[in-house]
């Protein structure tokens, strides 16, 4: 489940990027390319999102032998459709103007302003929690973790392109190894107070931590959570820094946080105090006619 | 650098700040409890971020007045070619909790400090911008909810007159705000940017506009197995 939710989150993703800076044959065809996906996540757990999984010891729904046979299915057309997808990418010139040199992030940055996922992978920082703190599986499917040093959106871009493929290959091993048992494990009484836990899950975006300390009454006395955005977003500032206005949309989108920050834009002049708001449509359109130039 | 074994670390430790650790555990294997003085942070912060090429990941504030007459800090970070977690716990006085800020040597620990002084009260003293981070403008001030005393359903009345202070923009650069509302994607937030001509010379951010207290709520009206549904959901 961890790594069908990466395969179909890094092509949202992508799809988005390709709205923004006005390639929507991308947002089209690697939507598409995801759809398959959610009608898994819809018969595996009866949701689309937000599954309903996990529980304290284990998890709701099992997985029988006829899904198997069709997340194999799946994943195998995703994958070819996803080395077209790559292929595509490659070889548009006008693409990867926007991405090449955009929205830098340099490795110091990276490290000091601690970013997390493919944002840090994009800069050259080597982690990836499924491998440097192995959780479920993750001590018998070892990821190859995707690192690219270019420090920019192409970066992010390429580190989310393979990462998809990766995902593919880590669903295949799951699946022709995962043993048969029970899928919850019995918890016998209350979980007593008193006792700390911390755990990183690599998420899409990044690692996503949880510390908790456990409490009275069958609660926790405190659940911190970290999301990986939440060390991403901090670091904006600092990585839009030098890059044109109209690539701020995809630099920010780059970090696959926010999106729409391009909704409603408002210039002030601060000499003048003379106000102008930008549409969304109008930002996109100054987006794209960059594309154009 | 890498150590071959958690104790080797802990050890290396111990040496290096002798009297300021005051006791070290390790429950599960690879997750090292260490206690600390909490004037000793910024020295063993930096020793881990800058000696030992540590990441840090947040830092969680615990209001244990009701248990542990304290407030405690727990600033966490992890040696990721070694597979480790370490966890800094300080002790904070119950009446002044207070501590040294970190963020001009790690700058990515910000908004944990301005998260923890907003929603426990807690003072890191020397942070560069000190701003609100997590509760609105027209929170009323020294009201932190998630202290232990303050009600999950309890609201303030919202203070008049108050909004977010935003940063000068440098001389000559003209401010660009993009935001903060856009209906169609997860969060409001508000990227003020500084243009100079075409090209961005600084921003300023101001989010959190979506916080939902989920923490409070999980530690005041829920159950563990609910927890896991909320967790999905953020």
């Known amino acids: ?293 | 650098m890498a150590f071959g074994t958690s104790s080797q670390f802990v050890n290396e430790l111990k040496d290096r700040f002798q009297g300021n650790i005051l006791s070290t555990r390790e429950p599960v294997s690879r997750k090292i409890y260490v206690e600390i003085h909490r004037e000793a942070i910024r020295s063993i912060a930096e020793h881990l971020f800058r000696g030992l090429g540590a990441r840090f990941n947040t830092i969680i504030g615990v209001d244990r007045r009701p248990t542990h007459q304290d407030f405690q800090t727990t600033h966490l970070f992890s040696l990721d070619e070694d597979k480790i977690f370490v966890l800094l716990q300080a002790s904070l006085d119950r009446n002044r909790p207070e501590m040294d800020s970190i963020t001009s040597i790690i700058p990515g620990a910000n908004w944990a400090e301005r998260e923890a002084q907003d929603l426990l009260g807690i003072q890191f003293n020397g942070l560069a911008d000190p701003r609100r981070l997590a509760l609105p403008d027209d929170w009323p001030e020294n009201l932190h909810p998630l202290r232990r005393d303050f009600p999950y359903n309890f609201r303030p009345e919202p203070v008049k007159g108050v909004a977010f202070k935003p940063r000068e923009a440098p001389e000559n650069a003209t401010v660009v705000p993009i935001g903060p509302f856009y209906p169609v994607l997860e969060e409001p937030a508000l990227f003020r940017v500084f243009v100079e001509g075409e090209t961005v010379v600084g921003c300023d951010y101001r989010g959190f506009y979506n916080h939902r207290g989920i923490e409070k709520i999980a530690d005041s009206t829920l159950t563990y197995n609910q927890i896991s549904f909320l967790a999905e959901r953020i």
Request: proline content about 6%; hydrophobic content about 40%.
């Open chain 1, 1 to 293: 489940m961890l790594e069908l939710e990466r395969i179909h989150s890094h092509p949202l993703w992508l799809g988005i990027g390709g709205h923004v800076v006005g390639f929507d044959t991308v947002l089209m065809q690697t939507w598409r390319i995801r759809e398959p996906v959610m009608w898994l996540f819809e018969q595996i757990t009866g949701n689309r999102k937000t599954f309903g999984m996990n529980l304290i010891g284990g998890v709701r729904r099992d997985i029988t032998p006829e899904l198997k046979t069709k997340i194999l299915e799946v994943v195998d057309t995703v994958e070819k459709e996803w080395l077209k997808v790559i292929d595509a990418i490659g070889s548009d010139t006008p693409l990867m103007l926007r991405l090449k040199g955009v929205g830098v992030l340099t490795h110091e940055d990276a490290v000091d302003y601690c970013v997390a996922g493919p944002t840090a992978r994009g800069s050259g920082v080597r982690i990836d929690s499924r491998v440097d703190h192995p959780y479920a599986a993750y001590e018998y499917l070892v990821p190859e973790k995707k690192v690219h040093e270019g420090c920019d959106i192409l970066a992010r871009t390429l580190v989310r392109l393979e990462e998809t493929l990766e995902s593919v290959r880590l669903v295949r091993q799951c699946l022709k190894e995962i043993p048969y048992g029970p899928i919850m494990a019995e918890i016998p009484s209350e979980i007593p107070p008193g006792r700390e836990g911390v755990k990183a899950v690599e998420a899409p975006r990044g690692e996503s931590i949880h510390y908790v300390l456990t409490g009275e009454n069958n609660r926790p006395y405190r659940w911190r959570v970290r999301a990986p955005s939440y060390m991403n977003l901090a670091s904006v500032p600092v990585m839009i820094r030098g890059v044109e206005l109209a690539d701020v949309p995809i630099a920010i989108a780059s970090y696959d946080p926010c999106f729409s920050c391009t909704e409603r834009l408002e210039v002030v002049n601060a000499k003048s105090g003379e106000v102008r708001i930008y549409t969304r449509k109008e930002l996109n359109d100054l987006s794209r006619k960059k594309r154009d130039r």
